[in-house]
């Protein structure tokens, strides 16, 4: 896709939201699938569709435009779809760059922050993950500016990275990993590595800490053969945050208090908020599926990506789970 400005990118992304439009919202002759979420997953799935249905209507509903603007991610930040949105239009892929807020099972009807309803016979939701609350002393709106996850937020990425470019060449930098609902292991070493590795490369006289609050240590493990240089703390050695001061930069362990110059706080996830408003997700927070990604709550509705219960969550499986989506 040749590069755009945002302002192009956008207009254009609006043009392929009124191609929905000309759908028919209550048209019941060929099938009309409906795929909520455009990253992995989801633009993944739609041409998956088309292939396999060719005759049928597809349309796929983004909130983010940045999500299908094609080509490789910022450094810490969520990975976009596989392919852009001219590659989802010139397949007859219809895209609305909107957000989903109701989902009427009975009636087979979206409700769009629009305003727009949206019919379908086939849907298709692909939502993500969202952060879960913690109960944590000193973890509010502050501490959450101050130490950004970047974890899914391109504006959190690039403050982190501009806060890594601040780091004193013997300061402390702290990642910071849940203890439960790490919802993504696979990527939380590989950001692990990544922060090493720029240390080592750019600030050689600083040092790195992660506190993992899990109990046991296969992350840790796997750093380590991995040639991670950095101290892991895991629950039993301290890995546990009990409050925290983010403006003096101040984290009280299970082990003692850490002073750190820059840290990636990471919280705990659940499935995305629509996966919530649809009523797919079960006390877990996640989305109980069967081995084809079909909800257990709501078998008209497939889950894509890593909202599912048990998904591996990585970029190969919600890559995965959309190719195979053809319920």
């Given at each position: 896709?040749?590069?755009?400005?945002?302002r192009r990118f956008t207009?254009?992304?609006?043009?392929?939201?009124?191609?929905?439009?000309?759908?028919?919202?209550?048209?019941?002759?060929?099938?009309?699938?409906?795929?909520?979420?455009?990253?992995?997953?989801?633009?993944?799935?739609?041409?998956?569709?088309?292939?396999?249905?060719?005759?049928?209507?597809?349309?796929?509903?983004?909130r983010d435009p940045s999500?299908?603007?094609?080509?490789?991610?910022?450094?810490?930040?969520?990975?976009?779809?596989?392919?852009?949105?001219?590659?989802?239009?010139?397949?007859?892929?219809?895209?609305?760059?909107?957000?989903?807020?109701?989902?009427?099972?009975?009636?087979?009807?979206?409700?769009?922050?629009?305003?727009?309803?949206?019919?379908?016979?086939?849907?298709?939701?692909?939502?993500?993950?969202?952060?879960?609350?913690?109960?944590?002393?000193?973890?509010?709106?502050?501490?959450?500016?101050?130490?950004?996850?970047?974890?899914?937020?391109?504006?959190?990425?690039?403050?982190?990275?501009?806060?890594?470019?601040?780091?004193?060449?013997?300061?402390?930098?702290?990642?910071?990993?849940?203890?439960?609902?790490?919802?993504?292991?696979?990527?939380?070493?590989?950001?692990?590595?990544?922060?090493?590795?720029?240390?080592?490369?750019?600030?050689?006289?600083?040092?790195?800490?992660?506190?993992?609050?899990?109990?046991?240590?296969?992350?840790?493990?796997?750093?380590?053969?991995?040639?991670?240089?950095?101290?892991?703390?895991?629950?039993?050695?301290?890995?546990?945050?009990?409050?925290?001061?983010?403006?003096?930069?101040?984290?009280?362990?299970?082990?003692?208090?850490?002073?750190?110059?820059?840290?990636?706080?990471?919280?705990?996830?659940?499935?995305?908020?629509?996966?919530?408003?649809?009523?797919?997700?079960?006390?877990?927070?996640?989305?109980?599926?069967?081995?084809?990604?079909?909800?257990?709550?709501?078998?008209?509705?497939?889950?894509?990506?890593?909202?599912?219960?048990?998904?591996?969550?990585?970029?190969?499986?919600?890559?995965?789970?959309?190719?195979?989506?053809?319920?």
């Amino acid at each position: 896709m040749p590069e755009l400005s945002r302002r192009r990118f956008t207009r254009s992304l609006l043009a392929a939201s009124a191609l929905s439009a000309a759908i028919p919202l209550t048209a019941r002759g060929a099938g009309r699938n409906v795929i909520v979420g455009g990253g992995p997953a989801g633009a993944t799935a739609a041409l998956a569709l088309r292939r396999a249905r060719p005759k049928d209507d597809i349309l796929l509903i983004e909130r983010d435009p940045s999500r299908l603007a094609g080509g490789p991610a910022a450094r810490f930040a969520q990975p976009g779809a596989p392919v852009d949105l001219a590659t989802l239009r010139q397949a007859g892929i219809a895209v609305a760059l909107d957000e989903v807020t109701e989902v009427d099972w009975r009636a087979a009807r979206l409700s769009l922050f629009s305003g727009r309803l949206m019919a379908f016979d086939r849907l298709l939701l692909a939502p993500g993950t969202t952060p879960v609350a913690e109960a944590l002393d000193g973890l509010g709106p502050v501490a959450r500016h101050l130490w950004p996850a970047a974890w899914g937020s391109a504006r959190e990425a690039r403050r982190l990275a501009a806060q890594l470019s601040a780091l004193p060449t013997s300061g402390h930098l702290v990642l910071r990993l849940p203890g439960t609902g790490l919802s993504h292991p696979d990527i939380a070493l590989a950001r692990a590595l990544e922060l090493d590795r720029w240390l080592r490369r750019n600030r050689p006289g600083a040092r790195m800490t992660v506190l993992d609050g899990a109990p046991d240590a296969p992350l840790a493990a796997r750093f380590r053969a991995r040639g991670g240089h950095a101290a892991w703390h895991t629950a039993d050695d301290g890995g546990t945050v009990l409050r925290l001061d983010a403006p003096r930069g101040v984290i009280d362990t299970s082990a003692g208090r850490l002073y750190a110059d820059v840290v990636n706080f990471l919280t705990p996830r659940q499935a995305g908020q629509i996966a919530q408003i649809a009523g797919l997700t079960d006390e877990s927070g996640w989305c109980p599926c069967d081995g084809a990604g079909r909800s257990l709550i709501r078998r008209s509705a497939a889950i894509l990506g890593d909202a599912r219960r048990d998904a591996p969550r990585s970029i190969a499986s919600a890559l995965a789970s959309g190719a195979n989506a053809l319920v």
